[in-house]
């Protein structure tokens, strides 16, 4: 079994006994250093980032124990042992993790022999809008998306400052409109392929999920994120530690600040040297290969080490909740 944050296989894929490989990103390891940073909560829109993020720093310990409960009581009705109560943990449990990240961007330290990074996961649809082949090869251009999870609200502002820097956009709005006018040379399709898009850009700028933070950085492109969830800042906290872009709080943005990042990110070379650095650790990364490997090797041992030598029936109000955590609308966006 290979699942992608379907947090309920850490218990199925045992209780059949099915050796279970997970993908997921490196920085939701308990082998990353990683920051936790608050996202846009009502504790950072009453108080402010930062009494907030003094706020989430006490809190998060028992948030993420709280959260881990509903998984550990199914896996204990199932005769597993239970997890550290610590979402890093709960969200990275399999008999074979994969990170889909390089770990030039997002390393981990003393991980055990069973994670393993697999490298990103580049895809973008073929598909492009017929004004595609028009597009100009000089001036600067941007790549704008913030997904189905970004504000969509903030485009007019974020495209607005672009103008003032008279930067053309092209922007993917995920089917959702886009409020108000559209400065001229802006160019906008429901959907574009990130990988084209982000190699004719001079900058992404994205919600800060690692999906099209990677499509910029394959592209050797620096990225100016605008998080909102927990996910997207701590894969754009590990972006600005590698000096390969930066972010700006969607709570608290505003068009000089887009203004003031984006001559940064694209008037600093180092911005772009430190993004080609890690464009070239994904050159040389081979994803496909390494699943392959990885797929061969679990097959080769045909089980899965944690199934349970007795399984005892559930209690159908546990499985309930983990299902609930567990559904799309609970689980932080990672694209």
Known sequence: VVGDFRLSL??????????????????????AHQHFVVPELAITERFGPRLGQALFTVMRPFVFAQQGHALNQVRRDYGLPALPYSLPHQFTDADVTLYAD???????????????????????????????DSLPDTGR????????????DLLPLILDALEQLGIEALVSTAGRSIPGRLPP???????????????????????????TVYQALAAGKPVLGIPNNLDQYLMM???????????????????????????????????????????TAIEQNRTARAFDDHLRSVLGTGRS????????APKVSAFDSVLEESSPSNQASRR
């Open 10 to 31: 850490s218990v199925s894929a045992r209780v059949a006994a099915v050796p279970y490989l997970t993908v997921t990103n490196a920085h939701w390891s308990p082998f």
């Open 102 to 132: 390089v770990p030039e961007l997002v390393p981990t330290y003393h991980r055990p022999p069973y994670h393993h990074y697999l490298g990103p996961v580049l895809w973008s649809p073929d598909s492009v809008p017929r004004w595609w």
């Open 141 to 152: 251009m941007a790549y704008v998306t913030l997904g189905t999870s970004g504000r969509a």
């Open 185 to 211: 040379g802006t160019r906008v399709a429901q959907y574009l392929p990130g990988q084209a898009a982000a190699a004719r850009a001079d900058l992404v700028i994205c919600n800060g999920g690692s999906a």
């Open 237 to 279: 906290d590990y972006v600005r530690r590698s000096g390969a872009g930066d972010y700006l709080r969607a709570g608290t943005i505003s068009r000089a600040a887009v203004t003031t990042l984006c001559e940064g990110l694209l008037d600093n070379p180092a911005f772009r040297d430190r993004a080609g650095r890690v464009q």
């Open 305 to 312: 080490h944690q199934a349970p030598s007795k399984i005892r």
